[in-house]
C-alpha cells in the first residue's frame, strides 16, 4: 500500500478520526472526574552507612557492592506489612492495605538517596503518612535488619516530607490524551474494517485497484432531480460534467483513423448505474462538436432514451428487427440537439432475446451506419440479461460504465471478464456519480492503464479503463 492511499485512507475518514477523537477526550475527563483527587507527599531519605563494617577507611570493591545491596535493602524493608501497619495506625483513616498500595519508593540518581512518595486524597494526611512511615521504620529497624547493637538509625531524613497543595492525580491531559489515542485507532479500524469488506468503487483510485485501471472518463455527481434535468449536455453545457461528456471526443480523435469506432454500446454491470444517462450525454456531447449522431435505445426491457428527449416511443429499434419496418428513415427522431438523432426502442413484440438474435439485427446495423458518422447504443444491464450479448457481437466496441458507491468489485471482474471470453472490445471505463470529481481525459501519452482482466478485442488485447454510467 503506497504512501499516497494512507493519505487518501486518512482524508476519508477524517471525520470518523475527529469525532472518535473529541468522543475520546470527552470520556477521558469524564473518567478523570470520576477518580478521586490525590495528593502526593515525598521525603527523601538516605542509607546510613557510616557503621559497621561499611565504616572501613578503606573499602573493597565487595564492601561497595555490600553497601548497594543494603541501601536497596533497607529500601524494600521500608514498605514491609509490619511497618505499614504500625503506620496506618499512627494516622486516622487508612488501612494498611490502602497504604501498600499508595507508598513507593524511588532512587535518586546514580546516589545513596532515594524518595519516599505517600498519596493520599487529603494532602496533610499524605504528610503525616510519610513521616510515619519513616518513624515505623525507625521503631523496628533493629529487629528488621537484626542488628540490635545498632546504635543510630540507618535512615538518615535528608528533606522532610512535603506535598504540593495541587493533586497529582488524576492526571487530565494523560487521561484525555491516552482516550482519545485509543478511540483514533478504533476509528481507523472500523474505517479499514468498513474498506476491506465494502467493495463498492468510490473513486478512481479504487477503480484502478480493484482491477478496473484508470477510468476513460470521470463525471460527477450531476445536478437536476429527474433524469431529464440530468442531461447536462443539453440543458446545462457549461457545467464540467458536460464538458467531460463532450471531451470524449479527443479520446476518438487521438486514436488512428482505422481503429475509430462507428458503433459504440454503452454498457454496465446492473441497473441504475447511468448507463442510459452516461449514453446520452456521449450523444449530445459528440453532436456538439459537430459529427452527425445516432442514439439507438436498445434496451427492449426497458427503454428509457425517449423520455430524455421527451420524444414518443411510437415505433422505433424493435419494429426494424422484427422486419416488419420498410424504412428506417421514419423512426430516426429530431432531437432538440442539432446533429443528433435518436431511435427509440419502438414497439416489442416478443421476447428481446429472439429479436437481438435473429439475423435482422446485422442489416439493421449495417443500414443504420449510413445515417451517421458515431452511434450510440444504449443496452440492457449486461450482466442480469443476454440481451446485450448478443447485441455485443454486431458492434464495433463498447464503454463500459461504472457508478461510484453502487458497481461492487465482483461485479466490475464479472463484466470484464464475460468481455474478455466473449472477445468483445471495451474502449475503457466511464466513472461517475463521483464525489470531489477531478476531470480526466487519457491522450496518447496517457493511455488508461491495463485493468486486472484485459478484454480481447479481435486478434489483439485493449486496455479496459473506468466507464461511466
Known amino acids: 500500500m503506497e504512501l499516497k492511499n494512507y493519505l487518501l485512507f486518512a ?14 477526550v470527552g470520556i477521558g475527563y469524564a473518567y478523570s472526574q470520576t477518580q478521586p483527587r490525590l495528593y502526593e ?13 561499611f565504616a572501613r577507611p578503606s573499602p573493597t570493591l565487595e564492601d561497595l557492592r555490600a553497601r548497594e545491596r543494603y541501601a536497596l535493602t533497607v529500601r524494600e524493608l521500608l514498605l514491609v506489612r509490619p511497618v505499614l501497619e504500625r503506620a496506618a495506625g499512627m494516622v486516622e483513616g487508612v488501612t494498611p492495605a490502602q497504604l501498600a498500595v499508595r507508598s ?22 499524605a504528610i503525616k503518612l510519610a513521616d510515619a512511615i519513616v518513624a515505623s521504620f525507625q521503631a523496628l529497624e533493629r529487629d528488621l535488619l537484626d542488628n540490635p547493637y545498632a546504635q543510630a538509625s540507618t535512615l538518615i531524613v535528608v528533606d ?16 484525555m490524551i491516552l482516550s482519545a489515542f485509543i478511540a483514533v485507532l478504533i476509528a481507523i479500524v472500523i474505517g479499514f474494517l468498513y474498506d476491506y469488506f465494502n467493495t463498492r468503487i468510490r473513486d478512481e483510485n479504487d477503480l484502478d485497484r480493484r482491477g478496473g485501471g484508470r477510468p476513460l472518463l470521470t463525471v460527477g455527481k450531476l445536478k437536476g432531480t429527474t433524469p431529464t434535468a440530468q442531461l447536462v449536455t443539453l440543458h446545462d453545457p457549461t457545467s464540467l460534467d458536460a ?3 463532450r471531451m470524449f471526443r479527443l479520446y476518438l480523435d487521438t486514436l488512428p483513423a482505422d481503429e475509430r469506432p462507428h458503433v459504440i454500446a454503452v454498457i454496465s454491470a446492473d441497473s441504475g448505474e447511468g448507463r442510459s444517462l452516461t449514453a446520452a ?20 426491457r426497458a427503454p428509457t432514451l425517449h423520455t430524455l428527449f421527451d420524444i414518443p416511443n411510437q415505433g422505433g429499434f424493435a419494429n426494424l428487427l422484427s422486419g416488419t419496418a420498410q424504412a428506417i428513415e421514419p423512426f430516426l427522431r429530431i432531437t432538440a440537439q442539432s446533429n443528433l438523432y435518436l431511435l427509440t426502442a419502438g414497439n416489442v413484440a416478443g421476447l428481446p432475446a429472439q429479436l437481438l438474435g435473429s439475423h435482422h439485427l446485422d442489416k439493421t ?21 443476454a440481451d446485450t450479448t448478443l447485441l455485443l457481437r454486431s458492434v464495433d466496441t463498447t464503454l463500459a460504465v461504472v457508478r461510484s458507491g453502487q458497481t461492487t468489485e465482483d461485479r466490475l471482474r464479472q463484466m470484464l471478464e464475460l468481455l ?19 476531470r480526466r481525459l487519457f491522450l496518447p501519452n496517457m493511455r488508461p492503464t491495463q485493468p486486472a482482466t484485459p478484454v480481447v478485442v479481435a486478434n489483439r488485447s485493449e486496455i479496459v479503463g473506468d466507464a461511466g454510467d
Do not use: H
Request: hydrophobic letters at 45%.
Open 281 to 300: 450525454n456521449l450523444a449530445v456531447g459528440l453532436a456538439q462538436t459537430g459529427r452527425r449522431v445516432l442514439l439507438v435505445d436498445a434496451n427492449l
Open 11 to 24: 482524508w476519508r475518514w477524517a471525520w470518523l478520526i475527529t469525532l472518535f477523537a473529541l468522543v475520546g
Open 160 to 175: 522532610p516530607a512535603y506535598a504540593k497543595r495541587t493533586p497529582v492525580s488524576p492526571d487530565y491531559t494523560r487521561n
Open 104 to 125: 513507593s519508593t524511588k532512587e535518586v540518581g546514580k546516589t545513596e538517596l532515594f524518595l519516599l512518595s505517600v498519596r493520599d486524597t487529603d494532602r496533610q494526611r
Open 420 to 438: 474478455r471470453q466473449t472477445q468483445i472490445a471495451c474502449l475503457g471505463i466511464v466513472l461517475n456519480g463521483v464525489a470531489r470529481r477531478r
Open 365 to 385: 446495423l449495417k443500414a443504420l451506419r449510413q445515417y451517421a458518422e458515431v452511434i450510440i447504443i444504449d443496452t440492457a444491464p449486461l450482466l442480469i440479461f
Open 41 to 53: 507527599a515525598s521525603t527523601m531519605l538516605m542509607v546510613n552507612q557510616d557503621q559497621g563494617i
Open 243 to 245: 464538458e467531460s461528456y
